[in-house]
């Protein structure tokens, strides 16, 4: 029985390393890998960004390592929101280890993407850009290889296969950075190894085509990574060249799939998509929208979702729409089938900007929607307290993060702009004591801070 086993080894070997790459070819498994890396390797750059971090009430910089690489002739390069997207400046190390600066293109947090440009000096050569694929021709089982820089050993590759190309991670999900993520796409599973300095990186198939943009690994595994499909990349990837930023159209609405509420349906062929939840000052809410209504078509479409999967793909329905177009959409409420004509509203930003108040011994942050939405605020106006230095003025005075900041000295912040501008101003001339005007749990309260000069 042993001598059997052993006789049939080398042909299980040669079965599992031959793969068949075209008509009357024939190349092994490792021949192919080495190929689609050398395909790749010359783009893959190492990502160095200097930061301001914002804890405690204070400001100071920082330092991270993550991946990119380099995806058309211009010298963009492609990593990931949280490794690059607010960074001052930035340190881009090239395959042949050369080191140039870069500048931040755009950003956009709510796929993870940002685009940078390489800063080439005139005796510096281009290295060659990757070749991009398609990520929906990607099929689970497929092998597929992540690049970069885990753990900020460069030029790294590991192996897998695809363990799912359409893995939905809740729309609650946030980014190191703070910010939701993942409303608009699936992601790409894989089990080839995804570490901390991988993000940003590409994910290539044997053919040496970037089909994904490596984000995260699952904490506590070490076989689940996830990627983001590159087909949503070039979407977003082509606006932020172009502009700068992606808008959006946005209505007010979240859903959730009607799998979760099976027992209440009885029926798994219920048409439409469950509303979960609708802004009160929304383009939704004004016309009568309710949470616990049923979304039976958009613009003339119909709509489904029964499983969590399927969401991501109405969100993009619904902000790849026009910004300013009136639309059609039909909603179940019990028996009845309503009828509502909407006019769709930019998102707005999804990510905002802090501020050192050194003197007053806190951080401000500015407010977008989603902020006033986390904080159960009626509106995006002022500023919110994110941090303050433990004994410093703002402590002693009794300011708290959370404290939403709406006058200074009787005059209105409307947002962080306000907030600088009147901070300057006081600063300069060193005043002595300076009275905030904050909400607090909906309860207004003054703060009266005795500013903290250097002498």
């Known amino acids: 029985m042993g001598n059997r086993y052993a006789a049939r080894v080398p042909l299980i070997l040669i079965v599992a390393f031959t793969v068949i790459s075209g008509p009357g070819s024939a190349q092994t498994l490792q021949e192919q890998i080495l190929e689609a890396r050398d395909r790749v390797t010359p783009a893959l750059v190492n990502v160095q960004p200097i930061t301001d971090v914002y804890s405690s009430g204070e400001r100071r910089s920082a330092t991270g390592v993550g991946s990119g690489f380099i995806f058309d002739e211009d010298g963009h390069v492609i990593t990931n ?11 881009i190390t090239l395959s042949n280890k050369q080191r140039v600066p870069g500048v931040v293109v755009g950003e956009d947090p709510l796929t993870d993407i940002a ?9 510096q050569v281009l290295p060659r850009p990757v070749a991009l694929g398609d990520s929906d021709s990607l099929a689970v089982g497929e092998y597929v290889m992540a690049l970069g820089s885990p753990l ?58 970037v089909v994904g943009v490596n984000a995260r690994g699952a904490f506590g595994a070490s076989s689940i990574g996830f990627a983001i499909p590159i087909n949503i990349v070039k979407e977003v990837a082509a606006e932020l060249i172009r502009t700068g930023h ?12 009607r799998e979760e509420l099976a027992q209440y349906f009885e029926s798994e062929s219920v048409p439409g998509v469950v509303i979960r939840s609708v802004e009160p000052d929304s383009p939704a809410g004004r016309v009568g929208i309710q949470a616990g209504d049923m979304l039976l078509a958009y613009r003339g479409e119909g709509t489904s979702a029964q499983f969590t999967e399927e969401l991501p793909e109405l969100y993009k329905r619904i902000a790849d729409t026009p910004i300013g177009e009136d639309v059609a959409v039909a909603v179940s409420r019990g ?3 309503l009828q509502f004509t909407l006019t769709t509203e930019e998102r707005g930003q999804s990510s905002s900007d802090e501020m050192e108040c050194e003197s007053w011994g806190f951080t401000a942050r500015g407010i977008t929607r989603e902020l006033a939405l986390e904080f159960s605020l009626p509106d995006s106006t002022g500023v919110i307290v994110a941090g303050v230095i433990p ?15 709406v006058a200074i000295e009787d005059e209105p912040v409307a947002n962080l702009d306000d907030l600088k501008v009147m901070y300057r101003r006081y600063d300069d001339s060193q005043k002595d004591a300076v009275l905030l005007t904050v909400m607090r749990r909906h309860s207004r309260r003054w703060v009266l801070i005795e500013a903290s000069y250097d002498d």
């Not at 685009?115 to 005796?123: I, N, S």
């Not at 959006?248 to 799939?257: A, E, I, V």
């Open 81 to 91: 929101y949280h490794v690059a997207g607010k960074a001052k400046r930035l340190i």
């Open 115 to 123: 685009v940078l440009k390489l800063e080439l000096g005139p005796d």
């Open 152 to 209: 900020a050993l460069q030029r790294s590759l590991s192996f897998g296969v695809v363990s799912s190309k359409d893995r939905y991670l809740s729309d609650t999900f946030k980014l190191p950075t703070g910010e939701k993520t993942g409303s608009f796409n699936t992601w790409i599973q894989t089990d080839a190894a995804i570490n901390p300095g991988n993000s940003g990186g590409p994910l290539v198939n044997l053919e040496g085509y």
């Open 246 to 257: 992606v808008s959006r159209s946005w209505l007010g609405l979240t859903f959730q799939p």
């Open 335 to 337: 028996e009845d089938v």
């Open 391 to 405: 004994n410093g003025a703002g402590f002693r005075a009794r300011l708290f993060p959370g404290d939403r900041i």
